[in-house]
């Protein structure tokens, strides 16, 4: 399907605004009235009106009584958006957004990993199954092994049934991208197959406590590699990512 000019057109104008407005580029000089943003990027008054109204849903932007259109304090942004998360963990590296983004995967993916095995059919096993299979040829420089362990992360997501965890795909997606080139540079070496292997066996023979209890296991051994880098690590990973 392809996607209307008009709506090609806002979305790049909140891409470029959204990423202004995480790295402080209005701090100081406050954000620009819908006809300043038209002259400045070309566009028209109704596109820059939806990407305003896009960004103001995301919690960036908010309309004050005589202030007009302001950027709100970080601490009102939603996290939980994946542009807003990608923006941030792409404004520069940061230890503990990694950090607090993993402890948020440690809630989340063990309980996945039971219901999966609860409620997975056919389809949804064969799903994890693939994603396990393109992890092992990524790993003989067949596929992408940032793509295939994601993808591996997410047909367990929606294997759970559960609406709700299918809806965090993009979430994970999004921070996974970064999160997984981050901490493989620095342990020098991709996702243990054998430990998603272990998961997708316990998911298989329905055992749900062996799936969570190995999916923490994965999950535990990110946070303590994110949490022991140091700065020097950071550094590093941020020049390479410029």
């Known amino acids: 399907m392809r996607t209307q000019p008009g709506l090609s057109l806002t979305y790049g104008l909140v891409e470029q605004l959204g990423q202004a407005i995480v790295t402080g580029e209005y701090a100081k000089g406050g954000f620009p009235t819908e006809g300043e943003l038209s ?3 070309g566009a028209s008054r109704t596109v820059t009106r939806e990407a ?7 919690g ?3 309309a ?12 009102e942004w939603n996290m939980l958006d994946p542009d807003v998360l990608r923006w941030l963990l792409e404004r520069k590296f940061s230890l503990r ?9 440690m809630g989340i993916e063990p309980t996945a990993a039971a219901l999966a095995a609860r409620h997975a059919d056919e389809a949804g096993l064969e799903e994890i199954r693939k994603g396990l299979r393109r992890m092992k040829a990524a790993a003989e420089g067949e596929d992408d092994p940032l793509s295939a362990d994601i993808a591996f ?15 965090l795909h993009e979430l994970v997606n999004t921070a996974l991208r970064i999160s997984i080139r981050f901490t493989n540079r620095i342990k020098g070496r ?12 316990a998911i298989a023979a329905r055992d749900c406590e062996r799936a969570a209890a190995v999916m923490r296991e994965i999950i535990v051994d990110v946070l303590e590699l ?15 990512e410029a």
């Open 97 to 105: 957004l990694l950090a607090d983004f993993t402890e948020m995967r």
């Open 39 to 41: 002259k400045q990027f």
């Open 190 to 201: 991709t996702a243990s197959i054998p430990s998603h292997e272990d998961v997708y066996n």
């Open 153 to 167: 992360h997410i047909a367990i997501l929606n294997a759970t049934k559960n609406p709700f965890y299918r809806e």
């Open 52 to 58: 305003v109204k896009m960004l103001t849903a995301k």
């Open 64 to 75: 004050r009584p005589r202030h007009g259109t302001v950027v709100e304090p970080e601490a």
């Open 60 to 62: 960036l932007l908010s």
């Open 226 to 240: 994110i949490r022991a880098a140091s700065p020097a690590t950071e550094s590093e990973a941020a020049r390479r």
